[in-house]
């Protein structure tokens, strides 16, 4: 199966006014794209985990007002749902396609990865790709530059994501809208599997 990437219509369906629309142009748009990519990459990140990594693409049915303003495809260990467990993501807002391993607040396994973050911060920071980035809220397009963070960055996060219960924590790459990787299906696949398998150490210590 070939996957052949993405496009500026993809990213507009985020610029569709009104939930109802938003959400039908999602469906007959996108989601087919995403579901696409969760069953091609599973081989993949099974492999790479050693352990069968499903697919879930966001539904989002609590929606009742606001239209979503991101979408995703989410791989995690169990077949039943993702959200409670340390998982990869790849979606995107109006801006651009991220790339990334997510912890987030549903997550008790957020206090394993608090401790490691606090105690190994200075490793993590040596470990993590420079042009990576770093978010604590899953639903805001920006984040910080893993580049510009100190290992006192990473202790305060640390101890936010122990301490703060609806915290949640989130590290990968973005590809701005518009970069020809988008829509070379082959290439992006590849750069995806390896963001995967330079995510994976902050995968493996969440356990």
Sequence with gaps: MTFTGFTKQDFDVFTVPGLEPRMEALIQVLRPKLDELGGILSP????LCGEEMFPHVAKHARRTIN???????AWGSSKRGYKALPHFQVGMFASHLFIIFAVIYESPNKLILAKYLDKHASSVKKSIP?????SMDHMD????LHHDLTTSDFKAMAAKLSSVKKSEILCGLRIEQGD???SDGDKLVAKVEDTFEKLLPLYKVSF
């Design 44 to 47: 993949y990140l099974s492999a």
């Design 67 to 73: 239209p979503p303003h991101d979408s995703w495809v």
């Design 130 to 134: 420079a042009e990576f980035y770093w």
């Design 141 to 144: 397009p920006g984040g910080q």
């Design 180 to 182: 020809p990787i988008l």
